[in-house]
Each structure stands twice: as C-alpha cells, then as structure tokens.
C-alpha cells in the first residue's frame, strides 16, 4: 500500500515536472488535476528551490524525496535498517533509477494513451495534453518513419525504444 501511494504521487510530481518542462497546457482537467494535488508539496518548495531554464525543480525535488523516502522504509522494513547510513549512496542510487524508471513508464503511457485516443475519442479533452507531452518523442522519429497505408508507426517504434531503455535502466 505505501509503494502504490509513493508511486501516486512521484508518478503526478513528475508529471507535473514534465508537463512544465515540455510546455503541456495546465489549462485543461489533467493540468488543473496535477496542480491541485501536488500543489502542498512544490508550493513550499518553490520558496527554497525556484525553478530555471524552463525546470521545476521543486516537481523533481519532490519526486525524489518521494522515491528516496520509499527506498528508504523498504530498507528499514526489511530489517536492514542498522545499516543504512553505509548504505546511503546506494539508496539515493536506487530513487534516481526510480525516478527514471516512473519517467520512461509515464512517457509509455501517454503514448498507449494517445494511440487509443486516436482510434476511439480523438477530440477527447486529454488527446492535447497527451500529444504535447509525447511530441518531443515522436516528431524525431516521424522524420526517419514514414506512414504506412495511413498508419504512423513512430508510436510503436517509440514505445519500443523506451522498453529498450526501460531494460537498461
């Protein structure tokens, strides 16, 4: 139950670093969604941390402490939780590959969701936000991959190359 709660609320903080960063409307219901309920951590972060160059660094800072907090209660659930100042560098390790994990498995779902987007409700009020988000990813790829027969297959080959990078990482 605590990893589901820590991944709710890495998964909105990050999305919300994201959305900022890759300039996604916070006009819409999943704009205002994100905002109002990561607004009680970021808000007080902003004061010590501000964001820059287009970052916000108070989203990703949250994200992290998130994950970090996580990694470190599954430590002290384990039983492990006597060595934990030696294990200091590997647990802020493992919240930076937790957080890279939760940013490629959000990049995964917004492209699922465009494409299904696509095919059933295009006009959807979540299809812009969604395709702003994954523009960055596929407008690369739509140069080298042509549409076949109508069908743009860069989704696919995004997808795929995230999974890739997912293994790696």
Not at 87 to 94: N, T
Not at 135 to 146: A, G, H, Q, T
């Amino acid at each position: 139950m605590l990893n589901a709660i820590a991944g709710f609320f890495a998964f909105l903080f990050l999305l919300r670093f994201l959305m900022q960063w890759l300039r996604v409307s916070f006009s819409g219901q999943l704009g205002h969604f994100v905002v109002t309920t990561t607004n009680w951590a970021v808000k007080p972060l902003r004061r010590v941390i501000p964001g820059w160059r287009g970052f916000d660094w108070a989203s990703l800072l949250a994200a992290f402490v998130v994950q970090l907090a996580l990694t470190v209660l599954v430590v002290i659930l384990s039983g492990a939780g006597e060595s934990l100042p030696d294990a200091l560098p590997f647990l802020l390790l493992a919240a930076v590959r937790g957080v890279l994990r939760l940013t490629i498995y959000i990049f995964i779902g917004a492209l699922i969701m465009q494409a299904v987007l696509s095919w059933v409700n295009p006009f959807s009020p979540l299809a812009a936000p969604v395709q702003q988000l994954t523009r960055p990813l596929l407008d690369p790829l739509r140069r080298v991959i042509p549409v076949i027969s109508g069908v743009d297959l860069s989704l696919l080959v995004a997808i795929l190359l995230l999974q890739m990078l997912l293994i790696y990482v």
